[in-house]
């Protein structure tokens, strides 16, 4: 079994497991990397220990090399955070984050999966759009450093019944 890991991790894969407060050093680390207003390691913690949260962290031959959390309101799942470490992109392991994400969603009852997305992000979109997510809506002025609208994406499983 342990060389199938190391033949997967061999060719790319990432293994997706809950995350956990030993990933959050090198989750830490990737934040720092990816954006210019990284989320706090207490930040991490806080979802953590949050009952409407789900964060996973992607391994890649015993190192953290992405993550993504959502949260659940009222059977809506909105994803607040997903990254791969630059050295570890073009893997496809931001697809197994988000795969991991809306697959757990879709188990867990939910109507939709909802996200915010830099409008210059193109590698991103195009990942959501190869999921099925669709354009749903702008909000102006979502993003800072640099200031920039927030698209945002939404896979729709089932519609909402009406009152």
């Excluded at 630059?86 to 795969?99: A, E, F, K, L, T």
């Excluded at 979502?142 to 019944?161: A, C």
């Amino acid at each position: 079994m342990a060389e199938l890991l190391r033949f997967r991790d061999a060719l790319g894969g990432a293994r997706i497991v809950p995350m956990e407060l030993g990933h959050l050093p090198q989750v830490e680390a990737i934040e720092r990397e990816c954006f210019s207003l990284p989320w706090s390691m207490e930040s991490f913690k806080e979802e953590l220990i949050n009952p409407l949260a789900v964060y996973v962290a992607a391994e890649l031959q015993g190192r953290v090399a992405g993550y993504g959390g959502m949260r659940n309101a009222a059977g809506e799942y909105y994803i607040d955070n997903i990254a791969v470490a630059p050295g570890s992109r073009r893997r496809g392991i931001g697809r197994q984050i988000m795969s991991y994400l809306v697959g757990y969603a879709g188990k867990h009852g939910g109507l939709f999966v909802s996200l915010e997305v830099r409008p210059s992000n193109a590698p991103a979109i195009a990942l959501y759009e190869s999921l099925g997510f669709k354009k749903a809506g702008l909000r102006r002025d979502f993003y800072e450093k640099p200031r920039e609208d927030g698209l945002i994406y939404t896979l729709t499983f089932k519609e909402e019944e009406g009152c």
